[in-house]
């Protein structure tokens, strides 16, 4: 998926991830036959101009530069040596590139980084006008001389980009083009693929068409319009929810004022069936001698409202809008179940939004090894800046592009911006019932008020340590880290149980990982049930965590090698 940015372009930037300048050398060579084609249609021939030797782009920049003709004082015959020809002057009057890592140093776009090989390690850059021209090797943008495409740093390249598009790309799997052509200014980029229209994967013997940005080349499309009947379900939610909306922020206002701290709320929403895993999250935070304070939970039925006040923590029941909310937990990802919590997902943070507070919201499947707040409210950090933050969710895939943000753990400022984004999250059940996933519509949201209001988004690096997630609990590559977490080495504010098809297998690892600390009994139980003139935190929680081996090839606190594999014929997650 591809991204553009800001505005007009007098100078546009391509932000390849290992297509073009994996290819520059057979580019150059595309260009200079371009370039002898057109001088053989006009000239009848071309003198060929000096040859220079130029130092590597991997030699430092601040070394020898090169010099060549000036724009000003080239001859004709210069002239027709230019790298992109007269023709395509208003696409591209000059071409640069630099390093990726310098850049996303220097420009911070919020989206999840990539970290770069061989053949994605720099960003070209092109310039559409001449004043967007680089000061440092201004001529070798300009001409062709048989050498590589000038390389700067970061700073030098964008020096005199007033304004500047960002194009994001990632090599497919299949053949992919880029056109870039010169016409009234567009923000979002069209796909074109050789797909059937009715249905199957790529067939070079179809003409290219246009098609979704989130169809992929073996034909199945990410994103779908609603069907009649998820509008009008989404229309019967919101006939009930805005009808009501009035005397629900009437009833919730003295309670966020009761909960809020610097004016932030950690909001969270829970129904019956998952509220052993919030049991979990208050239980650990309790034996880590953690503040739950300024905790809110938006419950959808009473059982659950019981258990979170017998924790100790504050709970609010918007009974009309959770009547249609079921009490059971989902099966799995993305069933009717877990489609329908959803929507107790949006209303819970818009609420908070409208009465004017910050929020970190978070999954039910999340524990804390510290308070994550002073993370976000420092004031003096260079994501400070951001009007909305969230962990990576790892599936850095077509249908989360180009954010991939996890929508069950992100904590937003509150302002003009990020209240519109939760409205027209609110507005959009019907996509979210479509692609079952609150996460694939909120990702679209992020992208498109991005490009249109100037949202400022970042998603957390996820090569380090301070948000880890199921991602790096079942990803392979990632044991190293997970390896430093049971051993000490590492030092997170949170782990997210996310990756993990259903409330069972949470909570067999998190009792692998040493952080389940609820007590059996209490398992499936309601307050009723449980039946204890105790309180319910001194009856539940445990004091130390309950430490059971279940699958040898997932990650553990200790060695689980006599436990059978999840994942069939995986070998122990312990080396010996």
């Known amino acids: 998926m591809k991204l553009i940015l800001s505005s007009v372009v007098p100078c546009l930037l391509s932000f390849y991830a290992g297509a073009l300048w994996g290819a520059h050398a057979s580019l150059e060579r595309d260009l200079d036959k371009s370039l002898k084609d057109t001088t053989r249609r006009f000239s009848g021939g071309s003198p060929g101009l000096p040859t220079v030797g130029v130092k590597s782009s991997s030699e430092s920049v601040g070394e020898s530069i090169l010099h060549y003709p000036s724009t000003e004082s080239a001859s004709i ?66 001409w062709n001389m048989g050498h590589e495409i000038p390389f700067l740093s970061a700073a030098d390249a964008t ?71 998820e509008l009008r379900a989404t229309f019967d939610m919101l006939r009930t929810y805005l009808s009501s909306l009035n005397d629900v922020l009437t009833e919730l206002k003295p309670i966020a004022e009761r909960v809020a701290k610097d004016n932030t709320i950690v909001v969270m929403t829970c129904n019956f069936g998952q509220s052993e895993l919030l049991m979990n999250f208050a239980c650990s935070a309790k034996a880590r001698g953690l503040d739950l304070s300024n905790v809110l939970v938006f419950v959808t039925d009473a059982q659950t409202k019981a258990i979170a006040e017998g924790l100790g923590l504050v709970a609010f029941f918007d009974e009309t809008n959770s009547e249609k909310i079921p009490t059971d937990a989902a099966r799995r990802y993305g069933d009717q179940r877990f489609v329908a919590m959803m929507f107790a997902k949006v209303v819970c943070v818009q609420l908070i939004s409208l009465l004017g507070y910050d929020l970190l919201f978070q999954d039910v499947d999340v524990v804390w090894y510290k308070d994550p707040l002073p ?128 409330k069972v297998n949470k909570i067999k690892f998190f009792q692998q990982m040493g952080d389940w600390y609820v007590s059996e009994k209490c398992i499936a139980k309601s307050v009723q049930e449980i039946a204890s003139d105790n309180p319910l935190q001194n009856e539940c929680c445990l004091v130390n965590p309950l430490v059971v081996c279940h699958y040898r090839d997932k990650p553990s606190t200790k060695p689980c090698r006599d436990s059978p594999p999840i994942d069939k014929g995986r070998p122990s997650w312990w080396k010996e």
């Open 375 to 502: 993370f976000f409210h420092n004031s003096t950090s260079p994501i400070s800046d951001f009007d909305i933050l969230f962990q990576d969710d790892g599936a850095h895939s077509l249908r989360y592009a180009p954010f991939s943000a996890n929508s069950g753990f992100y904590y937003a400022r509150n302002n003009d911006r990020t209240r519109y984004l939760f409205t027209s999250l609110l507005y959009s059940q019907d996509i979210i019932r479509r692609t079952e996933s609150h996460q694939q519509a909120l990702i679209a949201l992020l992208n498109e008020h991005s490009s249109l209001f100037g949202l400022k988004v970042k998603v957390l690096n996820r090569d380090e340590e301070d948000f880890p997630g199921g991602w790096h609990y079942h990803h392979s590559g990632m044991s190293s880290m997970m390896r430093d977490m049971v051993g000490g080495k590492a030092s997170p504010y949170i782990f997210h149980m996310s990756w993990t098809n259903n």
């Open 77 to 142: 015959d210069d002239k027709k040596k230019r790298r992109i020809p007269a023709s395509m002057k208003r696409v591209a009057d000059g071409i640069a590139r630099t390093s990726k890592e310098d850049f996303v140093k220097l420009y911070d776009f919020g989206i999840p980084y990539d970290r770069p090989q061989a053949d994605m390690a720099d960003v070209l850059l092109l310039y559409q006008t001449e004043h967007a021209l680089p000061d440092k090797m201004k001529d070798e943008t300009v």
């Open 159 to 229: 020096k005199n980009c007033q304004q500047m598009n960002v194009m994001l790309t990632k090599l497919p799997d299949n053949p992919q083009c880029i056109a870039i052509m010169a016409n009234y200014q567009s923000y979002h980029i069209q796909r074109w693929m050789r797909l059937p229209k009715s249905g199957g994967g790529l067939d070079a013997n179809l003409p290219l068409r246009l098609v979704s940005r989130g169809d992929a080349g073996n034909g199945r499309k990410s994103y779908k319009a609603p069907r009649s009947e």
